[in-house]
């Protein structure tokens, strides 16, 4: 085979084994193969990951509360999880709704931090007008939705209904933290119509309860009370420290705000002053807040056509949170007034001192806040507040940016998807970096070998030329050496006979004919030497050619010369054919040389599996020497063809050379 196409065979074969290699590697395909991210390329993953990194600096963070305030609602406990419970909330006039969310009650895990704590596992939510009590179903979860483990709100979106009322309705139930008993709890439910929470206070209720009093930490009217577990920590915003001014006990502080213009108003949102940061906090809960107010609206700065809009009383630590909000019937005003009935009072170095503070003040129209940056005026002592009034409309917290309560609640729960989708993309990227090393490592090991078959070839393939030059070499001498040499004697011997015939014109022309054809054939036989084995026509026919030397050579001795299986001979290659041709000349030149004979015996016999030369003379034979020593021209003519070749001594007198030659396993036919 030429150097080129082995180096190519050693190629296809190191490239098989690369590809076996890289399949072994890369494995299987995982039997999640439909999962999503199973289907990405890596840099898609890769994508998706940065993507959801840069997500998560633009969502706001679940900031836990402290202190005291109300928990939420919680249902009886039960021993097993597939007790049914349901909570109803009727809506105050028929309204399209198209988003529920469900805040979780939080629990701090001594061993994982704070999670949900009997968020329910199986559970659907109905929407239904009155007097129908069964409604529709617009959204249904089972334990397979693996909302938990959870901080984050659940909100769940659906096409727009009408409705007056939604049902929670829960068919498993999960266990509460501290003693595994199944239980439902939850902080808060919030109803959105828009951007307006329409389940704000509205009546709730319950398929039971396991505190039935109001004024303890859980209650079901918790449910809907606006405060939830958070405190609004949105990603962007300037940081704003809440207006807190003192105040003589006695009078009556009003904050008035010119919204600019006369707008529709169904709610206003009060914002809590923002507690120390100290663990733990140095000021209540309640610090600022009203234990009573009045929040009025008009058209005329002069409030002279003033309406009440609401008014907040507190009745105990747990009607006070982050966020006071309150909803009344739409009103159009254009000025909004809090009018502080009781003031927040505390003990301060044995005095009693009371104030008031909020961080904003919202007031909602159409779920937009229209207070923002409206001008602020409170009727305090300038002498008791130390912060301007202006923050209260600032649209700013003590964390950044005031959110719209359906936004809040929709960045905690993106923030909680991303966050949970995070960790199954990383791991998949490492696992698929792991992959790639490992090729990486086998196609490193694979160029080595490959190198090293690149050189072996080279160095192989230098060896054979140089082996096939030598054997060509080996073979023009021999060549050489056989047909010239056989020739030659031909022609001396030829020329003797013509000598002695010279006197006789009849018996010499023959011979010069024949000197001519000899010579002849030692033209053809130079030129075969310069390009060997292409020679056409020469040793085409071996058997003819044969008969044709030994009449030639043997003209003055006995011969016989026989063939068996001609159809095998025929079937040799030219290579082949040459090789045992010019054996048998040999064989025949030395017989004339060297052994005396006078009788001459050729059988060549050939079948499928090889072919038996055996020539036989009644000369002189070997002699003791000679018998274990084939002639050096013979055993290189037989190495040549790739054959075994033997002498023997017969009784007697005379020698008997063998031949032997395997074609079918050498693929010489």
């Not at 779920?367 to 305090?380: D, E, Q, R, Y």
């Not at 010019?582 to 050729?602: D, G, M, P, Q």
């Not at 007697?652 to 074609?663: A, C, V």
Request: glycine fraction near 8%; hydrophobic fraction near 40%.
């Amino acid at each position: 085979m030429p150097p080129l196409p082995r180096f190519l065979l050693a190629l296809a074969a190191l490239g098989a084994i690369v590809g076996a290699a890289v399949v072994f590697v890369i494995g299987a395909p995982a039997a999640d193969s439909d999962a999503p991210l199973k289907r990405l390329s890596l840099s898609a993953l890769e994508r998706r990951l940065a993507t959801l990194e840069e997500q998560l600096t633009m969502l706001a963070k679940p900031s836990m509360r402290t202190g005291v305030g109300a928990v939420g609602f919680r249902s009886i406990p039960q021993a097993r999880s597939d007790h049914p419970e349901w909570i109803q909330i009727s809506l105050s006039e028929e309204t399209s709704i198209d988003q529920v969310v469900l805040v979780p009650m939080i629990w701090r895990d001594t061993a994982k931090g704070f999670r949900a704590d009997g968020f329910p596992l199986e559970f659907s939510i109905r929407v239904g007008l009155d007097p129908d009590p069964e409604g529709a179903v617009v959204a249904r979860f089972d334990a397979g939705e693996q909302l938990l483990p959870r901080v984050a709100p659940v909100v769940v979106s659906f096409p727009a209904t009408e409705a007056s009322w939604v049902r929670l309705e829960v068919a498993k139930l999960s266990p509460r933290g501290w003693d595994g008993r199944h239980i439902l709890q939850l902080s808060e439910i919030l109803v959105f119509s828009g951007l307006d929470n329409v389940a704000l206070r509205q009546p709730v209720q319950v398929s039971s309860s396991g505190q039935l009093e109001r004024g303890l930490p859980r209650h079901q009217d918790y449910l809907v009370d606006g405060f939830v577990p958070y405190l609004m920590d949105a990603h962007d915003g300037e940081q704003s420290l809440a207006f807190v001014s003192r105040t003589s006990l006695g009078t009556t502080p009003v904050i008035e705000i010119d919204l600019r213009r006369c707008v529709p108003l169904t709610s206003i949102h009060l914002h809590a002053t923002e507690l120390s940061d100290n663990v733990p906090q140095a000021l209540a809960d309640d610090f600022g807040i009203p234990r009573s107010m009045v929040i009025e609206g008009a058209t005329r700065s002069d409030f002279s056509d003033a309406v009440r809009l609401c008014d907040y009383q507190m009745h105990s630590i747990y009607d006070a949170g982050p966020i006071i909000m309150r909803r009344f019937p739409k009103q159009h005003c254009r000025h909004v007034r809090l009018i502080v009935n009781e003031p927040n009072t505390d003990s301060e170095g044995g005095q009693t001192q009371a104030r008031v503070g909020f961080a904003e003040i919202e007031v909602i129209s159409n779920g937009i806040n229209v207070a923002l940056g409206a001008p602020v005026t409170v009727n305090l002592d300038p002498n008791l507040t130390s912060r301007s009034a202006s923050t209260l409309t600032d649209g700013n917290n003590l964390f950044g940016r005031i959110l719209p309560i359906r936004d809040w609640m929709g960045e905690l729960a993106m923030r909680h998807d991303l966050e949970t989708e995070r960790p199954w993309i990383t791991a998949e990227l490492k696992q698929r970096y792991q992959r790639q090393k490992a090729i990486l490592r086998c196609l490193s090991w694979l160029t080595g070998l490959l190198g090293l078959i690149a050189v072996s070839t080279v160095v192989v393939e230098r060896s054979v030329r140089q082996r096939a030059v030598s054997r060509t070499r080996e073979r023009i001498a021999a060549d050489l050496h056989d047909e010239l040499g056989a020739n030659l004697h031909a022609i001396g011997l030829l020329g003797d006979l013509a000598q002695a015939a010279a006197d006789s014109p009849d018996r010499l022309k023959p011979l010069l004919r024949r000197v001519r054809e000899l010579t002849e054939r030692s033209g053809a036989a130079t030129r075969y030497c310069s390009n060997l084995l292409e020679s056409e026509g020469l040793f085409g026919d071996l058997m003819e050619d044969m008969k044709r030397t030994s009449n030639r050579l043997l003209n003055d001795l006995e011969h016989t010369l026989t063939f068996e299986g001609e159809c095998y001979v025929r079937q040799l290659k030219p290579s082949v054919r040459i090789d045992l041709f010019l054996f048998y000349k040999e064989c025949l030149t030395n017989i004339l040389r060297h052994s005396h004979a006078t009788e001459v015996i050729t059988h060549l016999a050939a079948d499928r599996k090889g072919l038996r030369l055996t020539i036989t003379d009644n000369g002189c034979g070997l002699d003791d020497s000679q018998i274990s020593r084939i002639p050096g021209s013979l055993s290189r003519r037989a190495r040549l063809a790739g054959a075994q070749v033997s002498a023997s001594r017969l009784v007697g007198g005379g020698t008997n050379i063998t031949l032997k030659l395997r074609t079918k396993k050498f693929g010489l036919l």
